[in-house]
């Protein structure tokens, strides 16, 4: 999606299209190196399927995310070192797994400090396209109440699901569907999470609860008090 539209808030999941792009991508910018990269070799070992979720607003999204922190089933487990230093993402699993980790955030958020983060850097032709895409009124406020969960797939994981991760045989698979892939990461959460409804106590429906609870009204003109 980055390649194709130069942000990742939305975009596609079709995987055959992707690495169309990537290759095309770098034949077209290093036409010298490619000349001497074997294709036939080429791998696939890195897959990161996300999918958003517009949530009512960014207390939900932190709410259920602080929800999630607690949550484990046998290997999905949350991953305490990284939660504690992010407190609007939560990780399931080891980056460094060689199968699979999870990443759930506030998309609004991301948007905001990788613009912040683009416009520090050395200000290039690429770099200012980014910043103009990512600056767009619209695209920001898309991205508000958007609560991203990302599959990240690894080598094994990738190597079990398609029988190879050599790009020939993950393009040739046209029987997998990227939202099975995503699913199927997911299985694990699903079950540890189960059947729960979660319900959000915003600080002014609180406020009225306790109202209720101790309202009073004026004997002569019946007006009420809190």
Same mark, same amino acid.
């Given at each position: ?30 036409? =010298? ?47 305490? !070192?990284?939660?504690?230093? &992010?407190?609007?993402?939560?990780? =399931? ?7 699979? =980790? ?14 912040? $983060? ?51 045989? !993950?393009? $040739? ?16 959460? &699903?079950?540890?999470?189960?059947? !729960? ?17 101790? !309202? ?9 008090? &809190?």
């Amino acid at each position: 999606a980055k390649l194709l539209l130069g942000h990742s808030i939305y975009g596609y999941d079709d995987i055959q299209s992707g690495i169309v792009i990537i290759l095309y991508t770098l034949l077209k910018t290093y036409p =010298f190196l490619a000349q001497y990269l074997d294709f036939n070799s080429s791998e696939l070992r890195m897959l990161d399927i996300n999918y958003s979720f517009r949530m009512r607003s960014k207390e939900d999204c932190v709410y259920l995310l602080d929800y999630l922190r607690n949550v484990s089933y046998r290997q999905t487990q949350a991953n305490e !070192v990284e939660n504690n230093r &992010f407190k609007e993402t939560t990780y =399931f699993g080891n980056k460094t797994s060689k199968h699979k =980790f999870i990443r759930m955030y506030y998309k609004h958020d991301e948007v905001l400090k990788t613009l912040q $983060s683009k416009t520090k850097q050395q200000l290039n032709n690429v770099t200012k396209h980014q910043i103009a895409v990512l600056s767009n009124p619209q695209l920001i406020e898309f991205s508000k109440n958007l609560l991203r969960v990302e599959a990240a797939l690894r080598k094994v994981w990738i190597e079990k699901k398609f029988g190879s991760t050599l790009l020939s045989v !993950v393009l $040739s698979r046209n029987d997998i569907c990227i939202s099975d892939l995503w699913m199927d990461a997911m299985s694990d959460l &699903f079950k540890a999470v189960g059947d !729960v409804t979660l319900k959000n106590q915003s600080d002014e429906s609180v406020r009225e609860q306790i109202n209720k609870m101790f !309202v009073t009204y004026n004997s002569k003109t019946g007006k009420e008090s &809190f």
